[in-house]
């Protein structure tokens, strides 16, 4: 696939955009909507947001070499923008979100490529890794990197297509309507949706909301494209067992799906199972233990089937690949004690996994950290209360919680029969980390699980410096 090239003159209408000065032949090339990471020849962007106004660096873009700047506010005086025009190309717009927007939505429009979109409550980051891990080993792809998933970072992963073959982007949301936007913009020919959770039910008000929030993911889809479905999801299962006319295809291992995992087995360090294939049956080994990475798989392995790339491949992509940090990342420490990091982000749905992987393994004791579970409105107690139960359910040895929400696991825990000397319920991270100091012993398996912004780094970091 050759780059498609993409020229300011062939874009200016579609971003409501005035040439202030410079040449409207000049080709856009790597964008940016920070200017410290503006090279020479780039195009930089300027964004408004709550806190920080894009357009007062126009002129640090253009003192870094950024060949076209386009601003919705023009900041600098004529004099102070003089000994650019010979060098540098300005362009004002309307507005600056939608400007860079439509220079996706254009971008797009110039490759004929698969493009395979993925959401989902939970896990949306780790299925785009596996998926783009396994389709890496036919084709050269391009994926959004981290979780650049909103109305900016998606944008900015399009306008990153070179001579790619395929692109794999990610799609969060927090409202309704989102996602419809964002798949508009991407307009995917393979749809994922891994699962419909609780996250951002405090704002969506049911899961019924979410469903549909998600389903969103087909307002864009190409009209002959395939939606690939989590059939073990419950949600999911009873929408797919009704006539939408949408074509799709289906992953699990409860329910009879078109790609089936059975046998499976978690190990310490990962997890095994196996489908089966033109009456052959396969081994998979995933990177990472738990079922999530098996269902992770599975999704991997429908979207590989559609876009066909040998099984082996397949096998060895997801055996080998790498995940985001702070994913079910596992240390052995020194006396044997195991630490399990997961707390880039946290719902009912994960905790529960995780919890389940922390009682798998070999050590004496288990001790949980769990935190606070964000963006659940008025769904906050119960849903911390159900994570509670989960505990006692698991019979996990020593619970450490931190936060206020977080108190509602702990409380439960201990109405649950969970004994009280047990139980350690912290307001800060210093304090958990005191705690477990104090607590620890040889043979201790620990996990840590939280949303991103309760910041249990600081626990794993306090922790750590004993060792």
């Known amino acids: 696939m050759?780059?498609?090239?993409?020229?300011?003159?062939?874009?200016?209408?579609?971003?409501?955009?005035?040439?202030?000065?410079?040449?409207?032949?000049?080709?856009?090339?790597?964008v940016s909507t920070d200017t410290r990471t503006i090279k020479e020849g780039d195009t930089f962007i300027a964004l408004k947001g709550d806190n920080n106004n894009g357009n007062e660096y126009l002129k640090t873009a253009l003192e870094n070499g950024a060949k076209i700047c386009i601003v919705d506010e023009i900041l600098l005086s004529d004099d102070e923008l003089k000994k650019y025009k010979k060098s540098a190309t300005l362009v004002q717009v309307k507005n600056g979100r939608e400007a860079l927007i439509e220079l996706a939505r254009y971008k797009r429009s110039l490759y004929d490529i698969p493009v395979v979109a993925i959401?989902?409550?939970?896990?949306k980051t780790t299925t785009k890794d596996t998926i783009a891990s396994v389709l890496s080993?036919?084709?050269?792809?391009?994926?959004?990197?981290?979780?650049?998933?909103?109305?900016?970072?998606?944008?900015?992963?399009i306008l990153k297509l070179?001579?790619?073959?395929?692109?794999?982007?990610?799609?969060?949301?927090?409202?309704?309507?989102?996602?419809?936007?964002?798949?508009?913009?991407?307009?995917?020919?393979?749809?994922?949706?891994?699962?419909?959770?609780t996250s951002h039910i405090g704002m969506l008000g049911s899961r019924e909301n979410i469903l549909k929030a998600k389903l969103e993911i087909i307002d864009g889809m190409n009209q002959d494209g395939i939606l690939i479905l989590n059939n073990d999801n419950d949600m999911l299962h009873n929408w797919n067992k009704k006539n939408h006319g949408i074509k799709t295809k289906t992953f699990g291992i409860e329910n009879k799906s078109d790609v089936q995992g059975f046998d499976v087995e978690h190990f310490e360090e990962s997890s095994?199972?196996?489908?089966?294939?033109?009456?052959?049956?396969?081994?998979?080994?995933?990177?990472?233990?738990?079922?999530?990475?098996?269902?992770?798989?599975?999704?991997a392995l429908a979207v590989g089937e559609e876009l066909e790339v040998e099984i082996n491949d397949m096998i060895d992509a997801i055996k080998n690949m790498e995940m985001t940090k702070n994913r079910m990342d596992i240390e052995k420490l020194d006396g044997d004690i195991i630490l399990i990091k997961d707390y880039y982000n946290a719902s009912y749905e994960s905790i529960k996994p995780g919890l389940?992987?922390?009682?798998?393994?070999?050590?004496?004791?288990?001790?949980?950290?769990?935190?606070?579970i964000k963006e659940l409105g008025k769904f906050s107690k119960e849903l911390h209360e159900k994570v509670g139960k989960e505990v006692v359910s698991q019979k996990v040895n020593i619970l450490i919680t931190v936060g206020e929400d977080a108190k509602y696991i702990s409380?439960?825990?201990?109405?649950?029969?969970?004994?009280?000397?047990?139980?350690?319920?912290?307001?800060?991270?210093?304090?958990?980390?005191?705690?477990?100091?104090?607590?620890?012993?040889?043979?201790?398996?620990?996990?840590?699980?939280?949303?991103?912004?309760?910041?249990?780094?600081?626990?794993?970091?306090?922790?750590?410096?004993?060792?």
């Open 411 to 467: 409380k439960e825990a201990m109405k649950e029969g969970m004994d009280k000397a047990t139980v350690f319920e912290c307001d800060t991270n210093d304090e958990a980390v005191k705690v477990l100091n104090k607590i620890i012993k040889q043979n201790d398996n620990i996990l840590l699980k939280a949303s991103n912004s309760m910041k249990f780094d600081e626990i794993y970091k306090g922790f750590m410096e004993q060792f």
């Open 162 to 197: 070179k001579d790619h073959e395929v692109l794999v982007v990610e799609m969060g949301m927090n409202h309704l309507g989102e996602i419809s936007e964002l798949t508009c913009i991407a307009r995917p020919t393979i749809s994922v949706i891994s699962n419909i959770g």
């Open 119 to 123: 959401t989902g409550s939970v896990g």
């Open 137 to 157: 080993k036919k084709y050269k792809v391009l994926k959004t990197e981290g979780n650049f998933n909103n109305s900016v970072g998606l944008p900015l992963t």
């Open 356 to 372: 389940e992987y922390l009682m798998s393994l070999d050590g004496k004791r288990k001790i949980a950290i769990l935190g606070d």
């Open 272 to 299: 095994k199972f196996l489908i089966s294939k033109e009456n052959q049956n396969y081994e998979i080994t995933t990177s990472k233990p738990g079922l999530p990475f098996v269902m992770n798989s599975l999704s």
């Open 2 to 30: 050759k780059e498609k090239e993409m020229l300011l003159r062939d874009v200016i209408t579609k971003i409501n955009g005035v040439i202030a000065f410079g040449n409207e032949n000049e080709k856009i090339t790597d």
